[in-house]
């Protein structure tokens, strides 16, 4: 997680060999921690409304093997639509955000494009990694500002303490750049709460002035206050949610991330119809020989209290595990997931499926096939290498508002740290531009 490359459509890399940079390249000259360390963790978001380019990573300092503070996220937005630059540069520390004024370590970041703000969610994390989850750090960025090129562009964060132990969140990141929210609506903010409800809440920055702003369910609740949406599942794992998915040939178990709702939170305004999608991996047999499968969902409504569960399933055609996914919209209603497969069988993979707005609600359509993997994963010396997949994302092309772009690693050979990246383009035949 410590490098990109920039493609066209047609595929071809658009930097210089051997193709990829280091993430802090862009902060090249910038000074501090951005530009001296190269911690990763990148996120990158497109943002339709402005034709500009988002990207993100952490920043800090390590003793032995441990983050130490500062905790900094580096931000850049492009100056105009070219992805290689010239960008706008910021850095925002965490060093003193936790209750009275502790600092705690902003960890998976995870970023929602929305048009009053860049809306980002971190899990927070008290002495580092190595330390205790307590928490949820929810912030909100001064997108005018920050496309403008204002260096002192604010965050505005809430009091971190929500739901602590991992429960993680995740922001509504916006599809289309013709229909936007009404005017005023709040950012979309979800978690799964363990086996029964999806809880859905609204963050909402009236400026960026501090303490000016609500993050509760938008209907005159406390703070931290939800709408609940009942949602039973079963999370992956026989309900553990951790390491379960098993490999051919070798006996290194995958993480599913099952206690988390997985990336992204995608948001649709269809002339009125707003939609929300998301996805996250459950158990279809329990303690049988399969652990996990893709359960997604539509909100709609989402303003309303309580939102309409419009559909939702489990997508689980054969025995074959399919986890580590992510979902879009596109501009006439229709869904697509993409997904990693593995089994004791089966090399890790990359497939797709969806559906038209039209067809029977709660179904998708058979799977395509993006490429077969051919390799395991292994261990890394005497470390297992469990964790598998954090940064799969579904993103619907602007250009048109119909091709969907989704991207996830596969095994080519058997190894560690070996994986490979597939970017696969596709769309429905009833979608034109």
């Known amino acids: 997680n410590s490098h990109f490359a920039i493609y066209n ?223 039973p599942i079963l999370r992956a794992c026989n309900g553990a949610g951790g390491p379960c998915i098993p490999q051919p040939g070798i006996g290194t178990l995958l993480d599913t991330l099952g206690t988390r709702l997985l990336y992204r939170f995608g948001y649709r305004n269809r002339g009125g119809v707003e939609s929300l999608v998301g996805t996250m991996s459950e158990d279809p047999d329990g303690a049988g020989t399969q652990q996990a499968a893709i359960r997604w969902f539509e909100l709609r409504a989402p303003a309303a209290n309580p939102p309409q569960l419009f559909q939702n399933g489990t997508f689980n055609p054969d025995a074959t595990n399919r986890w580590m996914s992510s979902i879009g919209m596109d501009k006439n209603g229709n869904i697509a997931v993409g997904y990693s497969v593995w089994s004791a069988s089966v090399f890790p993979g990359i497939r797709i499926t969806g559906r038209l707005r039209s067809e029977v609600r709660n179904r998708m359509q058979t799977e395509t096939i993006i490429v077969n993997g051919s390799g395991s994963q292994t261990v890394n010396g005497a470390n297992p290498l469990t964790r598998w997949g954090d940064y799969s994302t579904m993103r619907v092309d602007p250009a048109d508002d119909c091709t969907f772009w989704y991207t996830t690693e596969y095994m080519a050979v058997t190894g560690a740290f070996n994986w490979r990246t597939r970017i696969a383009a596709f769309k429905f035949p009833n979608c034109t531009p």
């Open 9 to 231: 459509k047609a595929g071809s890399p658009q930097l210089p060999s051997p193709g990829f940079v280091t993430g802090d390249t862009i902060w090249a000259g910038f000074g501090g921690l951005c530009q001296t360390t190269n911690r990763g963790d990148p996120l990158v978001a497109y943002d339709k409304i402005a034709d500009r380019w988002v990207f993100s990573q952490f920043a800090f300092n390590v003793s032995g093997t441990s983050p130490t503070t500062p905790y900094l996220q580096c931000f850049a937005v492009s100056t105009g639509p070219n992805p290689a630059g010239p960008y706008y540069r910021y850095a925002y520390d965490f060093s003193a955000i936790g209750p009275g004024g502790i600092a705690e370590f902003n960890d998976y970041g995870k970023i929602g494009v929305w048009p009053d703000a860049y809306y980002l969610t971190y899990n927070a994390f008290q002495g580092a990694p190595a330390g205790s989850n307590n928490g949820v750090i929810i912030c909100a960025h001064d997108r005018a500002a920050m496309i403008a090129g204002n260096a002192s562009a604010a965050m505005l964060c809430a009091p971190v303490g929500f739901y602590g132990g991992g429960a993680n969140l995740l922001p509504s990141d916006m599809e289309g750049s013709t229909t936007l929210p009404p005017a005023g609506r709040p950012n979309f903010m979800i978690r799964q709460n363990t086996t029964t409800e999806l809880r859905l809440f609204k963050f909402k920055v009236n400026n960026f002035s501090p303490g000016s702003f609500t993050f509760d369910d938008g209907f005159g609740g406390a703070l931290g206050s939800y709408v609940s949406i009942p949602f």
